[in-house]
């Protein structure tokens, strides 16, 4: 999932900061970073690839990534973000439309947090929103290595379509468009598992939240998270989650 999807999400720290030109080597952290370079240009490099980020662009640092940095001076703001969404999270460098906008955002975000007037935190949330949604709408992708953008709108649409019980990996791969094999063996690449595991998870995900909630029943839980066949969900739910729905559903409404 590209960060641009991200809906939840926190603001740990919010700041604009000028360093000088520097090298090193940063270890993995607890934390993800979201920065808006307004001068100077940086070369990150993490696991083999190269990101180099520049005047107006958008780097997303997930947590858990350790990276080098060559910079030159910089002036750039910078925003620390605990995120619960960051499914094989990697570095994302995004290029808005308008960097005028996105840094006018990015501005007020970091003036309402170090003002810390009372809902300041609900304030930023909503302005990183509003601008995720504008480059969404805007059609900003992150730049990726050339094999996975071979597979992102198949990527998307399992994103976006998971729970349609017609969705499929056929359906995916016709949307790149390649073969069913090559977008598998491209997927598993990119995403450290096929893409048929990655559909039955974000269901059985999904199911589960249903069932947590104790408003659905069984068959529907099963329909909206996009299987169709509810003997099948409900022999698959417990070979996965070592219950049957209905004693998983009772554990939440009991």
Known sequence: MSFIQCACFKILDAFSIRRPAA???????????????????????????KIIAGPGSVLYLPSGAAFSRVSTEEELF???LQCWEEENGRPEIFHPRDSAAAAHYFASICASWKQKAPGCAHHCAALLHSLLEEMAREGNS?????????????????ESQYDDPGASVERAAAQC??????????????????????LVEKRLNKACRLLQSSYFSVQEAATQSGFGDCKYFSALFHQKMGLSPREYKRLYSS
């Not at 100077?40 to 690839?49: A, C, I, K």
């Not at 992150?142 to 399992?158: A, C, T």
Request: aromatic content about 12%.
């Open 23 to 49: 090298q090193l080597s940063c270890s993995a952290r607890p934390w993800a970073a979201l920065a808006l370079r307004l001068s100077g240009e940086s070369t990150f490099e993490w696991e083999g690839q």
């Open 78 to 80: 910078i925003l620390h």
């Open 142 to 158: 992150p730049l990726i290595p050339r094999k996975l953008s071979l597979i992102q709108p198949g990527v998307d649409y399992l």
């Open 177 to 198: 468009p390649m073969s069913v094999e090559y977008f598998r063996r491209l997927y598993k690449a990119a995403f450290g598992m096929p893409p048929h595991q990655a």
